[in-house]
């Protein structure tokens, strides 16, 4: 995975050995995501899934792997608004951390999400750009090893994807 930052941007890029179809589904079904989000050991769970303009995506991840030690039970909550959606190519929304009921952490960041598909023969290049409100609430966000936790969670995708078919 490539990662640079931009002043408040964040731009995560990988390429998956997936036809950009998959990879599509995969962000794009509630049950595909189950399978995959979050970082490596840990489970996540939809609560809410509206995957057009102005949907609610509220879910739950929970560390399952005891040997992450004072993460093991923890949980953590995200709610997400679907900006835009272009199936198979672009898929923008807002990311806030929030609680169990859908009640957004005013202090941690909320980030604008711009998903890019590009697809590049059987393969898909997956750009995910992240936009903060200022370079502050991006380096809080990387003191909390978001590029590590992308790492492991696209890792999670790469399994995935090479396990599963299109629908």
């Known amino acids: 995975m490539n990662s640079t930052v ?12 997936a036809p950009v ?4 589904q995969a962000y794009s079904e509630p049950d595909r995501l189950e399978k995959w989000w979050g970082p490596e050991g840990w489970e ?14 509220h879910y739950g991840m929970t560390c399952v792997d005891e040997d992450m ?18 199936p198979m190519k672009r898929i923008q929304y807002k990311d806030m951390f929030s609680d169990a009921e859908g009640m957004v952490n005013e202090q941690l960041p909320m980030i604008d ?5 590009i697809p590049e023969g059987k393969e898909t290049r997956l750009v995910i750009e992240s936009e ?3 370079e502050a609430e ?9 590029i590590e936790g992308m790492t492991s969670q696209f890792t999670c995708l790469d399994e995935y994807l090479s396990k599963v078919k299109m629908h």
């Open 138 to 146: 991006l380096q809080k966000l990387l003191e909390m090893q978001v």
């Open 21 to 24: 179809e998959l990879v599509f």
């Open 44 to 57: 996540t769970k939809v609560k809410t899934f509206e995957f057009m303009p102005n949907g609610v995506w």
């Open 69 to 86: 030690g004072e993460f093991y039970g923890m949980q953590s909550w995200g709610l997400g608004i679907f900006q835009s959606i272009e």
């Open 6 to 17: 931009k002043g408040n941007k964040l731009v995560l890029e990988r390429v998956f050995q």
């Open 113 to 117: 999400i711009d998903l890019r598909f």
């Open 132 to 134: 903060f409100e200022s």
